[in-house]
């Protein structure tokens, strides 16, 4: 048996349910008089166990929706050296990257002139799908030369259906240290 206060003993076991992922960012959770249940208490003591850790920044509480797992935000700052998967990893977060397709397309006016081609010159474009925590955050179009990924043209990056339906296809970036 608990022995401190009934609504820490819930409270804990809420902030316990968050920090294994039971209950994951921006999940809904049961109602207090389910929670109330659950723990032997009465829902009063959920509700105050709710509104400490509201309080400390793991709950959000919204009128006639619930009661909701916070989605948490992360600091990114902007520059020319600027990496997500870096960021992210960086600050503990889970940081992967999923190719969504590649194709090979003429490039227009205005990606010739940043990658210093003609136009109608081929290009790779690789899209990916960028998660943080296991929640999708960003999607990048990327466009390189013809010479930039020799053997990208040679052996396709697209992942298979299979591999779409299962998270398969990932992509590891490495940077060398030259």
């Known amino acids: 048996m608990y022995q401190g206060k009934r609504w820490e003993f819930v409270r804990s076991n809420i902030e316990e349910a968050i920090a294994s992922s039971r209950f994951r960012p921006g999940e809904k959770l049961p109602n207090d008089v389910e929670r109330a249940l659950e723990y032997g208490v009465n ?3 959920v509700r105050y166990a709710i509104r400490a850790l509201e309080q400390e920044g793991l709950l959000r509480i919204e009128q006639g929706r619930g009661t909701f797992v916070v989605e948490h935000s992360t600091a990114y700052l902007l520059s020319s050296q600027t990496r ?3 960021n992210l990893m960086s600050r503990g977060r889970l ?3 999923k ?6 397309i003429p490039a227009d006016e205005r990606l010739a002139g940043y990658l ?15 998660d943080q925590d296991e929640i999708p ?6 466009y390189f030369r013809r010479n930039a990924l020799p053997d990208c043209w040679t052996n396709s990056l697209a992942p298979t259906r299979s591999q779409q339906l299962s998270g398969a296809s990932e992509l590891t970036t490495t940077r060398s240290n030259g």
């Open 43 to 45: 829902r009063h003591t």
């Open 84 to 86: 997500l998967n870096d």
């Open 95 to 97: 940081a992967r990257r």
């Open 99 to 104: 190719i969504l397709t590649t194709a090979t």
């Open 116 to 130: 210093d081609l003609k136009a109608r010159d081929d290009v790779l474009r690789i899209d990916t799908l960028s």
């Open 137 to 142: 955050i960003a999607i990048a179009h990327s």
